[in-house]
C-alpha cells in the first residue's frame, strides 16, 4: 500500500513560480515510475511529469517542458515539481502517482494523492 499526500498549490500570478511537494510513504520500490497529473474543470485528467523512483531521465509533457522540473528528495521521500513562468492555462488540480510504470496514461497507476489546486491569475 502507498499513500501520497500533495502539499504547496496555491495562487500565483502568471510568470510566477511553486513548488509542489508529494510526500509518500508505504511500499514504494526503486522501480516504480512517480508522476504529476492535473485536471482541469471539464477536461480529463493529463500527464505532466514523470520520473523513476531511483532516477533516470524525467519525461514531461510538450506544453511545460523548459518550465517544470520534476525532481526527488531520498532522504525525505519526496518527490517535487517546480514550476517556473507559470501560465492562466496551468491552472489545474495536480496531482502525484505512482506505478509500477513509467507512463503518460493516467490507467498505468495505482496510487493517487488527494491533490492540491494551483491557481494562475492576476
Known amino acids: 500500500q502507498v499513500h501520497l499526500v500533495e502539499t504547496g498549490g496555491g495562487m500565483v500570478q502568471p510568470g510566477g513560480s511553486l513548488r509542489l511537494s508529494c510526500e509518500a510513504t508505504g511500499q514504494i520500490s526503486s522501480n516504480s515510475g512517480l508522476a504529476w497529473f492535473r485536471q482541469a474543470p471539464g477536461t480529463e485528467r493529463a500527464f505532466v511529469a514523470g520520473?523513476?523512483?531511483?532516477?533516470?531521465?524525467?519525461i514531461y509533457a510538450n506544453s511545460v517542458k523548459g518550465r517544470f522540473t520534476i525532481s526527488r528528495d531520498s532522504a525525505k521521500s519526496t518527490v517535487y515539481l517546480q514550476m517556473n513562468s507559470l501560465k492562466p492555462e496551468d491552472t489545474a488540480v495536480y496531482y502525484c502517482?505512482?506505478?509500477?510504470?513509467?507512463?503518460?496514461?493516467?490507467?498505468?497507476?495505482?496510487?493517487w494523492g488527494q491533490g492540491t489546486q494551483v491557481t494562475v491569475s492576476s
Open positions: 520520473r523513476w523512483w531511483w532516477g533516470g531521465t524525467p
Open positions: 502517482a505512482v506505478s509500477t510504470v513509467l507512463d503518460t496514461d493516467m490507467a498505468k497507476y495505482d496510487y
